[in-house]
C-alpha cells in the first residue's frame, strides 16, 4: 500500500497515487487532495475496490485509473493519448458515471476542448524556438509586455486528438460491459479540419528509397514499406500484428482505429516476409525503423519531409488519381468518417481535369 505524488520527467504532476495490490492485481487511483488519498485508501484496504461489484457506479475516473499505463501501451503517441483522455475526464467530471454519459456531454466537451489555449509552434532547436517566440512577439500590433501568444481556441484537428482519445477508451469500457456498465455508443461530432500539406511518395521515388534501403541492409524495414504502401495500413496497425493475423493472402486487422476490425489484402510473397518478421523476437522497434526510412528517403535525394505515416497518403493519393472513387479511399484507408478522406480531393480533382482537357483538346 502506498501513497505517493505523481511525477512526469522529475516533476510534479499535482497528483496523487494511491495503489494497492489485490491478488497479483495492481488497483490505482489518483486525487488531488491528500485527505482524499487517505480515505482512498482506507477503502482499498477495507476491500472497497473501484466499482467492480456495481457496474452501474462505474466512474471516468475509475476508467482513467484502470486504462493509463494500459490502454495505450507501446504506441508511439501513448503519453499524449493518455494526457488527452485525462483532460477529457477532468472537463466533463471525473465523478460521472459511464451509465450517465449523453451526447450532449460530448457536445459540452467539444465546446470547452475549443477554449484551450493555442500554443506556440515548439521544434527541438532551442535556437529556433527563441527565432519563433521573437517573430511573435514582434508581429505588427503585438503588446510590448505580450510573451505567449492569445488564447484563440485550438484546431479541429487538435480537438479531434483528444476526442479519438476519448473514443478509444470508451470503446474499451464497451467491450467490459459487465464491470463498467458501459453499453451505449455515444455519437462524436467530429470537427472539420484544415486540409493540409499531404505528403507522399510516388512509386518511383518508393523504389528509390526501398532501393537504398537494401543497400543499407535494412531488408526489413524495405518489406516494411512494401507492406504499408500494398495495405494503406497505419504503422501502429502493422507492428501491433500477430504472427496468427497473417494469412497467405491477407492480414487480419483488429480493432483499428475506427473501432472496425478488417482483413486487408496482402500479396502472398509479403505475407510471408511478414510473418517471418513478426516471428522474430528480436526484431527492431517502431524508432529504429522510421530513423533507417528517413535515412533512406534523404540518401534517395528526395526533398521531402515524411515519416512512415506519408506511405498511407501514399496509398490515398495513388488511388486518388487513379480515379478510385473517395469511398472506396476511405473503405480501404479504414477511416471512420468521410470527412477524412476529402484530404485527397486534390488528387482527384487533377485526374478530372487531364480527362476534361482531352475533350478539349479533341475539339480543337
Not at 521515388?205 to 541492409?217: N, P, S, T, Y
Not at 519531409?305 to 469511398?327: C, N, W
Not at 484507408?333 to 477524412?340: A, C, D, V
Request: glycine share 8%; hydrophobic share 35%; with cysteine.
Amino acid at each position: 500500500m502506498s501513497i505517493f505524488e505523481e511525477k512526469r520527467k522529475g516533476k510534479p504532476t499535482g497528483r496523487i497515487i494511491v495503489e494497492v495490490q489485490v491478488g497479483g492485481r495492481t488497483y490505482r487511483q489518483y486525487t488531488t487532495d491528500r485527505r482524499e488519498a487517505k480515505k482512498m485508501e482506507a477503502r482499498l484496504k477495507a476491500g472497497i475496490l473501484p466499482n467492480e461489484s456495481d457496474p452501474q457506479g462505474y466512474t471516468l475516473g475509475d476508467l482513467l485509473n484502470v486504462t493509463e499505463g494500459e490502454l495505450w501501451r507501446g504506441q508511439k503517441d501513448q503519453k499524449n493519448s493518455e494526457r488527452r483522455f485525462r483532460k477529457c475526464v477532468e472537463l466533463i467530471g471525473s465523478e460521472r458515471t459511464l451509465a450517465s454519459l449523453k451526447t450532449t456531454d460530448i457536445d459540452n466537451l467539444i465546446r470547452e476542448l475549443r477554449k484551450l489555449p493555442r500554443k506556440l509552434p515548439r521544434t527541438h532547436n532551442k535556437k529556433r524556438n527563441d527565432v519563433i517566440a521573437r517573430e511573435f512577439r514582434n508581429r505588427p500590433g503585438a503588446a510590448i509586455h505580450e510573451k505567449e501568444p492569445p488564447k484563440v481556441g485550438v484546431s479541429g484537428a487538435t480537438v479531434n486528438r483528444y476526442l479519438a482519445a476519448l473514443s478509444g477508451a470508451l470503446e474499451w469500457a464497451a467491450k467490459r460491459s459487465d464491470a463498467t456498465g458501459f453499453t451505449q455508443r455515444l455519437h462524436i461530432d467530429w470537427q472539420e479540419e484544415g486540409e493540409g500539406k499531404t505528403v507522399w511518395l510516388d512509386p518511383i521515388e518508393e523504389e528509390r528509397v526501398v532501393e537504398k534501403l537494401l543497400e543499407g541492409g535494412r531488408d526489413d524495414v524495405a518489406m516494411l514499406v512494401r507492406v504499408l504502401t500494398a495495405t494503406g495500413c497505419r504503422i501502429g496497425e502493422i507492428l501491433k500484428l500477430t504472427p496468427d493475423q497473417v494469412f497467405d493472402d491477407m492480414i487480419y486487422l483488429e480493432d483499428r482505429k475506427n473501432g472496425d476490425d478488417a482483413y486487408q489484402p496482402l500479396p502472398e510473397h509479403l505475407c510471408g516476409q511478414l510473418r517471418t518478421w513478426l516471428e522474430d523476437e528480436d526484431r527492431r522497434g517502431y524508432r529504429s525503423i522510421l530513423d533507417s526510412f528517413q535515412r533512406a528517403v534523404k540518401q534517395a535525394g528526395i526533398n521531402k519531409k515524411i515519416g512512415l505515416h506519408g506511405l498511407r497518403h501514399s496509398v490515398g493519393t495513388r488511388l486518388a488519381m487513379a480515379g478510385v472513387d473517395l469511398e472506396a479511399i476511405r473503405d480501404v484507408l479504414g477511416h471512420s468518417s468521410s470527412e477524412t478522406t476529402r484530404r485527397y480531393r486534390h488528387a482527384a480533382m487533377s485526374v478530372k481535369k487531364r480527362a476534361l482537357s482531352t475533350l478539349l483538346k479533341q475539339g480543337a
